[in-house]
């Protein structure tokens, strides 16, 4: 037997090791950014691993003949396994119920292979060293695997390939290692070409896996956010990215901020209380856009609403906000509500068909950037709201900066004045956002009568904290402007000028 | 006339005639040849349809085919001949003037003519006339009309309010010109300062014309056309092609000359130097429409074009529309009745019909053969229709391009076509992953007779090969995004404003009617082919036997 082989057989420990914590840590880094809470997440993991890295050991006594060959086809099934792992893993964790079953199944499943692969190299070598040796030897290059895996993967592989691609690269690797040993010691192995041409091709399927990696996440969207991109869909309407950074999560509609979790209650309770407080016989309320389920949730801490209806172009978006428990524990189960009813429809479609009235609207739709939203900034539009707006009603529009963006929020309130409803602006300072705008509108006979009081438990809104939102310092004094109409989007030429200063 | 001048002029025109003959059957034989040469396939792998008004129906007026003998006959108060916008025209107003006895007679098994509009799984689109701009604020039988379609809503200040969902969306217009495509029309992005300084010039002046009014009070250009000023000076312009005029007015940009041509090919499908000074000129300076609730000239459209206006006319007149009929002989009967014989491709059954009036709102191509038992003194070979192609194409996304996004109106600088619209323009939705855009092809390269049988040669692939070129200048990498192509030929699309046309002797005397029996309307008659013309024409005839009656 070839000297050189032992030495080969020594090399594929430190590889198999590398690898095998490579998949540990891909485990626990998915689970902590997808589950959160990376303490619990990362034991929990740790511990699964080890015990089913145990139950690998101890299975390792059934294999009796073929050993080599058996080492081989572990090999490349842990390649396989590990090197789609945290593809599966994003794929599936929009299904919440199934993710944790997946997950773990995935841990204890690598770890029963590693777990076999240490034991059969051993007795694979057991012939060719002494036992000290053996032992020595073969520790001492799983342990230097070990590290070396626990210092590239934070340092190299996460900010330069992303977890994905580190997975694939790590699959092919483990692949590589079967496909080495295969043809080294294709003398004493049985079909050692049916293993050869398995390894090739499982390293075609990880290497194309490694090249279409990005469509799952794609490496250069990560580099755009500063925070570790933690969930990514395509809708047919928009690409929503949900990025996580210790305890924050951000949600992001096509490359747009949509809410930060450690300060969107700023944003959500002045849309909200405001105008609702006002309206103690509010009973049916509609919210437009909002898929998150945000505005809806401060909305449900009024008992005396009966329904409300919530109209959001994308199913996509309503329904990760229905299943994912990370969203499902900010918006607290709100679009599960009973009261709630979830309709996926383009807005100004449905509010065309619309005949039944509500007491209180919530406009919370995207920032006019382009014409196709700016249709829902119209006076044709609020001529719609209107139309379905109780007589007794109040109906909230976001309206972009009133610091960064004047003319555009002065324009929302032209807009809104244009179909003869009276408008109070108001404004409110959100971290995420800067500072931010809504106007109230109402029918002229019901003006708006300011709360003296609010509900208990809000984190920002009080009779005070209102007075100072209405009230406007110079440098967003109301500027005079058109009215946007269908036939001019005047707002969206606005917005773009506006914000064009800003990003 | 002497026997020898005569024989002269026969001689011509029969030299004339055979070199027409030869340059039709060079290019129509060679399109062939390379039709059967392209069996092989074109390059593209687009699906879709070549359509066009009825061939058949056509060919049976032409070519004097054997049909059935009459065997119904019967009697119909008053006949209308066609129902494009003119014939809807007339028959809403005999219907308004509370007249039950008539019948509109459509060769076609759809009313609409030149409105006519297709609708697939992704969207309604125009096959034809696509647009109209508010209305002159005198033309109170055009306003009448709106408000009664609701596209006028109500007025404020006694100045029409138009229905907010028809005026065009935002964006509306833009040009792809020096590799990008900039905001509006009009050449502005990369445009030396001398031709934007002619530009503006010419526009200033035909504003000026637009607000001004002739001896007789009358506003020099205006809609219908009947309405404008009489004075010989300006009249006197129509006899010279615009291009001979803009010379003589010293301008000579190249942007500003490409502009005003692609005006003459958008509304009259030919180009700068067939049509008359005085039409190129009525282009700008006739619509000074107010609304008060958009710009002066505002376009209102929809995503069948049209065809929605054209719905509205037929709508109320369904029992009186009668379409898969063809009117192929109109004579005078004795007891002083008009005779019209039709015959019904469907059913292969001949009719005859006796009328007391008839208003013929077929194109004067036509009335030539409908008439043929008349002696007219009328040189029809002065009405000059300009071939179209019309392509709808189905197209998941548009690639990527520099500039203003997609608009309404969508036009490339130095193209052949005048562009594409967006027929999902007025579409209220948000996101929208297919839209058909359609695409405007005058075929003005050639004579008319000459282009229009050369584009009744050409098959499928063929038109896919000339369209494709351009979209690919216009759009590079369109072809993958495109679903299907529809195409749709217009042998005699429109009626187009030569030199010596609109104002001329010949055209009067086509519009007269014979012996307060037969009537005409049709924007052929007019000397353009716009919404406004048509509807008037309608009105007109049907006024005139309104009022013979009376």
Request: hydrophobic share 40%; aromatic share 12%; proline share 4%.
């Amino acid at each position: 037997m070839n000297k050189k082989l032992p030495a080969l057989l020594l090399i594929s420990v430190f590889v198999v090791a590398t690898c095998g914590l490579i998949y540990e840590l891909i485990a626990g880094t998915l689970a902590s950014y997808l589950l959160g809470d990376s303490v619990t997440q990362f034991s929990t993991i740790i511990g699964v691993y080890l015990f089913s890295m145990g139950i690998g050991s101890w299975i390792s006594k059934y294999f009796e003949k073929n050993i080599l060959s058996w080492f081989i086809q572990i090999e490349i099934l842990v390649g396989l396994v590990g090197g789609f792992s945290s593809t599966v893993l994003f794929l599936v964790f929009e299904s919440i119920a199934s993710f944790r079953i997946v997950l773990y199944g995935f841990v204890s499943l690598t770890g029963i292979l590693v777990g076999l692969e240490i034991p059969l190299l051993m007795r694979i070598l057991k012939d060719r060293y002494e036992f000290k040796d053996l032992v020595s030897k073969v520790f001492t290059f799983d342990y230097i695997g070990a590290l070396l895996a626990s210092l590239i993967f934070p340092l190299l592989l996460i900010p330069h390939l992303g977890l994905v691609k580190t997975a694939y690269m790590f699959g092919m690797l483990n692949v590589a290692v079967a496909l080495i040993v295969c043809v080294s010691f294709k003398k004493e192995i049985r079909a050692s070409k049916y293993l050869q041409s398995t390894s090739i091709l499982s390293i075609i399927i990880l290497l194309i896996g490694f090249v279409y990696a990005d469509k799952i996440t794609s490496f250069s969207e990560s580099q755009t956010y500063s925070d570790t991109i933690i969930y990514s869909k395509s809708t047919p309407y928009q690409r929503i990215i949900l990025t996580k950074k210790n305890k924050v999560l951000r949600l992001f509609l096509n490359g747009n901020l949509q809410f930060s979790s450690d300060d969107e209650y700023r944003y959500h309770e002045a849309l909200v209380h405001p105008g609702l407080q006002a309206l103690p016989y509010a009973k049916h309320v509609l919210v437009m856009g909002g898929g998150d389920g945000l505005a809806v949730r401060e909305i449900l801490k009024y008992p005396n609403i009966d329904s409300i209806t919530l109209v959001d172009l994308d199913k996509g978006m309503t329904g990760l906000f229905q299943s994912n428990k990370m969203l499902l524990d900010i918006n607290k189960n709100a679009l599960l509500s009973k009261k709630v009813k979830v309709i996926n429809a383009d807005a100004f479609s449905w509010i065309k068909a619309q005949h039944k009235k509500f007491d209180f609207i919530v406009i919370d739709f995207p920032d006019p950037s382009n014409y196709a939203v700016g249709k829902l900034y119209t006076n044709s539009f609020y001529k719609l709201v209107k139309g379905i707006l109780s007589p007794r009603g109040l109906m909230v529009v976001q309206s972009t900066s009133p610091y960064v963006a004047p003319k555009s929020f002065w324009t929302v309130n032209k807009t809104l004045e244009s179909v003869g409803l009276k408008t109070i602006p108001y404004h409110n300072y959100v971290p995420s956002f800067g500072e931010w705008g809504y106007i109230i509108a109402t029918e002229p006979e019901n003006p708006y009568k300011k709360p003296q009081n609010y509900i208990p438990g809000l984190k920002f809104v009080s009779k005070e904290s209102v007075d100072l939102m209405l009230f406007f310092p110079k440098d967003m004094a109301k500027v005079e402007t058109e009215v946007n109409k269908l036939n001019n989007q005047i707002l969206v030429k606005y917005f773009e000028d506006e914000w064009a200063n800003v990003l | 006339m002497s026997g020898q001048t005569s024989y002269k002029a026969d001689l011509s025109t029969y030299l004339k005639r055979r070199s027409f003959l030869l340059s039709v059957g060079l290019i129509t034989g060679g399109i062939f040849l390379n039709g059967c040469l392209s069996k092989i396939k074109s390059k593209y792998n687009i699906k879709g349809s070549l359509n066009g008004p009825n061939a058949k129906a056509g060919h049976i007026l032409r070519d004097k085919v054997k049909l059935p003998e009459a065997t119904v006959f019967r009697k119909v108060k008053i006949l209308i001949v066609g129902s494009g916008i003119s014939g809807l025209s007339a028959a809403r107003w005999l219907q308004k003037n509370g007249e039950k006895d008539f019948e509109v007679l459509e060769l076609e098994n759809h009313p609409g003519g030149n409105s006519h509009y297709g609708t697939n799984k992704t969207s309604s689109y125009p096959v034809g006339a696509h647009y109209i701009t508010v209305a002159n604020n005198d033309d109170d039988l055009l306003i009448d009309f709106l408000k009664e379609i609701n596209v006028i809503t109500h007025f404020e200040n006694n100045i029409p309010y138009y229905n907010d969902y028809f005026l065009t969306f935002e964006p509306e217009e833009r040009l792809l010109i020096n590799g990008e495509w900039q905001d509006g029309l009009i050449p502005d992005f990369g445009v030396p300062e001398e031709d934007k300084h002619q530009i503006k010039e010419f526009l200033a002046f035909v504003n000026k014309l637009k607000n001004t009014k002739g001896n007789d009070g009358k506003f020099l250009f205006n809609i219908p056309i009947s309405s404008s000023s009489t004075d010989k000076i300006y009249r006197e312009l129509d006899k010279i092609t615009f291009k001979k005029y803009l010379e003589e007015k010293g301008y000579t940009s190249k942007y500003l000359l490409w502009y005003l041509n692609y005006a003459c090919k958008d509304d009259y499908g030919q180009k700068l130097d067939k049509i008359s000074a005085w039409a190129g000129l009525h282009y700008f300076a006739s619509r000074r429409g107010n609304a008060a609730n958009a710009e002066q000239n505002a376009i209102l459209t929809w995503p069948e074009g049209n065809g929605w206006i054209m719905k509205q006319l037929a709508g109320k007149l369904k029992e009186h529309i009668k379409t898969s009929t063809l009117c192929y002989n109109i004579n005078l009967m004795e007891n002083g009745n008009i005779l019209a014989t039709v015959y019904n491709p469907d059913t292969n059954i001949t009719e005859n019909i006796e009328a007391e009036k008839i208003i013929l709102s077929s194109p004067q191509f036509i009335n030539n053969r409908l008439l043929k038992n008349l002696q007219r003194l009328i040189d029809y070979s002065t009405f000059s229709y300009s071939p179209w192609l019309i392509a709808n194409i189905t197209i998941n996304e548009l690639p990527q391009s520099k500039g203003r996004a997609l608009c309404w109106d969508n036009v490339a600088y130095n193209t052949a076509s005048v562009g594409y619209v967006n027929s999902a323009q007025q579409h209220l939705k948000i996101s929208e992953d297919k839209k058909v855009i359609t695409y405007y092809l005058p075929l003005c390269d050639f004579e008319p007779t000459v282009a229009r049988l050369a584009a009744y040669s050409r098959n499928y692939e063929q038109w896919l090969d000339i369209v494709i070129p351009e979209l690919e200048v216009i759009h590079p990498e369109i072809t993958q995004a495109i679903e299907n192509i529809d195409f749709w030929v217009w042998g005699h699309g429109m009626i187009a404003p030569t030199k010596n046309f609109i104002w001329s002797e010949n055209l009067e005397k086509a519009r007269a009617p014979i012996e307060n029996k037969i009537f005409f309307a049709h924007s052929d008659l007019s000397g353009i082919s716009i919404f406004e013309e048509a509807f008037h024409q309608g009105i007109k005839a049907a006024k005139q036997i309104l009022d013979g009656g009376k």
